[in-house]
């Protein structure tokens, strides 16, 4: 039998924008979500009496669900289309978010919190395969599309949200109105995607591309996976405990952490060109670059000056180089690296190791933090595992990568 889907005729490239857009839409209300918490971590410590490691470890425990989702994700794409379970995720996520203000302490909030991940990781898997398989001829430039979507709502979630919590005077305002916004655009998503866009198939993918392995098992993947988890303690070390360290070392009001947040954000708007930076060179040089600036920047963060527009800076500079790079290109060469026929296989992996390292990423900084202070800290998983990180890119093989 065949199915509506297969027998659609092909949309105009020029179409795709409208879903996709909506999608990307959808993404960057992930990322409000996600980025809310930490500027709020000092008045949830206040109120329950949390350690620092405990409360960096609620800040990126969502990672670990993220991580878990693959097998969740797995079984729902085989019974329902790409476009519901994505609908799936933005409503399990949503939830998450609003029932972290009921919590009664510890345990109920770091299951709500490690909820959210599950959701955040069924749309951004789902969101990944309609990319890659639509957008077949610029893979790298697709993904850097769905960072430039989670900056936005990096932009706004944070800003607002110190917003909210100056007016409200309640760290559980914002939450509460950020998870439903998150129900809100499931009808969005339902009224202008469409099949012939979410659901394209892979063999349109597979007739694009050539060369990669014909197994996870290979030299590439191996490097790109040790790569992701360092990737995952950097990225969320800083995502999940960078907010507080303005909070509780440097005295930063909510609103003005938020204000450097948003503009972090701003270069993470840089995804894009990322991404095509990723497509046209050499792996290695892509991808030791990154790291190497990772780490600088890792350092500068926690030692450099108190000043707003030094940290200001500094975060957007990381923007640029972590999220509008390293990220993107991880993605995107896990990808790569693999025949189109494993590109889901090669993005599940992406995600289960950046996102299960990134669980871990809070509770490590603010461990480290306890015992030797922020300095140490930021020196040692900032800027020493992107010195390692750095190396492990050296060791790829861009001839072994599909084009």
């Known amino acids: ?58 800040s990126t425990v969502f990672t670990l669900g993220m991580a878990m989702a693959g097998v969740v994700t797995a079984w729902l794409l085989a019974r329902a289309s790409r476009k519901a379970v994505l609908q799936i995720g933005i409503a399990v996520f949503s939830a998450g978010t609003a029932l972290t203000v ?24 789902v969101l990944l395969a309609i990319a890659v398989n639509y957008f077949t001829t610029a893979r790298s430039a697709a993904v850097g599309a769905i960072n430039c979507a989670f900056a936005g709502g990096a932009i706004v979630g944070p800003a607002a949200g110190g917003l909210l919590l100056g007016a409200y005077g309640s760290w559980r305002v914002p939450m509460l109105v950020y998870g439903l916004v998150g129900f809100a655009v499931m009808a969005l998503v339902a009224a202008m995607v469409k099949p012939w866009f979410s659901e394209t198939p892979a063999a349109r993918s597979e007739a694009a591309g050539r060369g990669g392995a014909a197994t996870l098992r290979n030299r590439n993947t191996v490097l790109l996976t040790a790569m992701s988890v360092i990737g995952g303690l950097v990225i969320y070390g800083y995502l999940g405990m960078y907010p507080t360290f303005l909070r509780e070392a440097l005295g930063y009001a909510p609103a003005t952490a938020g204000t450097v947040m948003s503009i972090y954000a701003l270069g993470a708007l840089a995804s894009v060109g990322g991404g095509w930076v990723g497509d046209r060179f050499p792996p290695r040089l892509v991808l030791a670059g990154t790291f190497l600036g990772a780490a600088l920047l890792g350092y500068l963060l926690f030692h450099g000056s108190r000043a707003f527009v030094t940290q200001s800076s500094l975060s957007f500079a990381w923007g640029v180089v972590v999220s509008g790079s390293l990220y993107v290109n991880l993605a995107g060469y896990h990808v790569k690296a693999v025949q189109p026929g494993l590109a889901g ?44 990180g750095a190396a492990l890119a050296l060791g790829l093989q861009s001839d072994r990568m599909s084009r």
């Open 1 to 58: 039998m065949t199915t509506g889907v297969a027998t659609a005729s092909p949309a105009p490239r020029v179409s795709a924008a409208v879903p996709f857009g909506v999608l990307l839409a959808s993404y960057a209300i992930n990322a409000m979500d996600r980025q809310i918490f930490p500027l709020l971590a000092p008045e949830v410590r206040r109120e329950y009496g949390f350690a620092l490691e405990s409360v960096g470890f609620l």
């Open 102 to 125: 009921l919590s009664r302490g510890f345990s109920d909030m770091l299951l709500y919190r490690w909820a959210t991940g599950i959701g955040e990781a069924m749309q951004l898997t």
């Open 345 to 388: 296989g090669g993005s599940g992996l992406f995600v289960t190791t950046l996102y299960g390292a990134g669980a871990f990423a809070g509770y490590l900084m603010g461990w480290l933090a306890t015992r030797g202070g922020w300095t140490s800290a930021g020196a040692v998983q900032m800027s020493l595992l992107s010195l390692v």
